[in-house]
């Protein structure tokens, strides 16, 4: 039994839950409607974070790849803040004969995940705080430590690919204390001089016939490289083909890849977070040969986007994104 103290706590925090209004839908139609969206399902996170011991950005975490995956595979949550998962089995439990089943007390009995985290005395999988709480029940029975939580993620998605980024995503939310950390910026400084058009899909021969998988941006040796967006830095190091290259994981699980740089910050090392506009480099010619190698080509930043739809990375044209940055990146500094 928790000691009396503990369950006042939960009470309370039940009733602050219970008794708040109700959250508005994610529209994405205005900022201030997103600013709105992000507060709540902070909000959300921090009183169940509360409640049951689990970091706020770790269910943060887990609700974001869920969200990442979702339109990876064009299935976003329109309407909803949390994009957490259940199937109908998971939830009721696989030898429930009734598959609609909300009674709490019943699917425990059948060892299924459904929980009641709205205080309406029903287990709904449609309702964002029971799907909340209910994901914070199964972590916490293994601990509410790093480790725990690792372990906790491998034993749902039985995927080390998920649990590595969930465990990016807590990285990023722990560091900057926000969910609205979606904001994105040129990766080159505006009043550098560079040049580019759309480059993705052209032939290229180096090393065997192959697509181009990115965009190239023309400019000078030694023009800062700038990170697009919010990640954490994935990969660092050298590539046969990019040369000295790096890899930034966003919030969407979106792999940025910079390469042909000069060289990097010496600041950073795989595993730091990143933040938009920070400089991660330097344009250069490097790559096509073995460490060192340079000058085969003019100096260009080669940019590459690649989303991951949970088994794999598969590359997009970058060159849409890269002009929408730089429009509102210049809007921003005529404000």
């Known amino acids: 039994m928790r000691p009396y103290f503990v369950y006042f706590l939960s009470v309370l925090l039940l009733a602050q839950i219970w ?30 974070s509360a409640l049951t011991g689990i970091p706020w950005y770790y269910l943060a975490a887990v ?10 595979k064009k299935r976003p949550a329109a309407g909803k803040l949390v994009s957490i998962h259940f199937t109908e089995l998971q939830w009721v439990g696989v030898l429930n004969p009734d598959h609609a089943d909300t009674n709490v007390a019943s699917i425990r009995l059948f060892q299924g995940l459904g ?29 509410t430590h790093d480790e725990d939580m690792r372990i906790g993620l491998w034993e749902y998605y039985q995927n080390t690919r998920s649990v590595d980024r969930i465990e990016q995503f807590a990285k990023i939310y722990a560091r900057f204390d926000t969910l609205d950390l979606h904001e994105h910026t040129f990766v080159m400084p505006l009043k550098s001089e560079y040049t580019y058009r759309s480059t993705w899909g052209a032939s290229r021969g180096w090393g065997g016939y192959r697509i181009h998988e990115g965009t190239d941006i023309f400019a000078d040796y030694g023009v800062p490289v700038r990170s697009a967006t919010c990640g954490v830095i994935e ?47 330097w344009v250069g010619s490097s790559g096509y040969g073995k460490p060192g190698t340079s000058g085969k080509f003019p100096p260009h ?6 989303r991951d739809n949970g088994l794999t990375d598969w590359s997009f044209d970058p060159y849409p994104h890269l002009k929408k940055w730089e429009r509102e990146e210049r809007r921003r500094g005529k404000k």
Do not use: C
Request: glycine share 12%; no cysteine.
């Open 235 to 281: 990969e660092m190091g050298w590539n046969p083909y990019g040369g000295w290259r790096i890899g930034i994981r966003d919030l969407n699980s979106v792999y940025h890849y910079y390469a042909h740089l000069s060289g990097f910050n010496k600041e950073l090392k795989e595993g730091d977070v990143m933040k938009p506009g920070q400089v991660i480099g």
């Open 63 to 72: 609700d974001q790849y869920e969200r990442a995956m979702g339109l990876a």
């Open 115 to 143: 929980r009641d985290g709205s205080g309406d005395g029903i287990a709904d999988r449609s309702n964002d705080l029971d799907v909340l709480y209910s994901m914070a029940e199964l972590l916490l029975q293994y601990g």
């Open 19 to 48: 008794l708040a209004p109700p959250a508005s839908a994610e529209t994405g139609s205005q900022p201030n409607d997103m600013k709105k969206t992000f507060a709540d399902r902070k909000d959300l996170f921090d009183k169940v």
């Open 301 to 306: 930043l080669h940019y590459g986007l690649y």
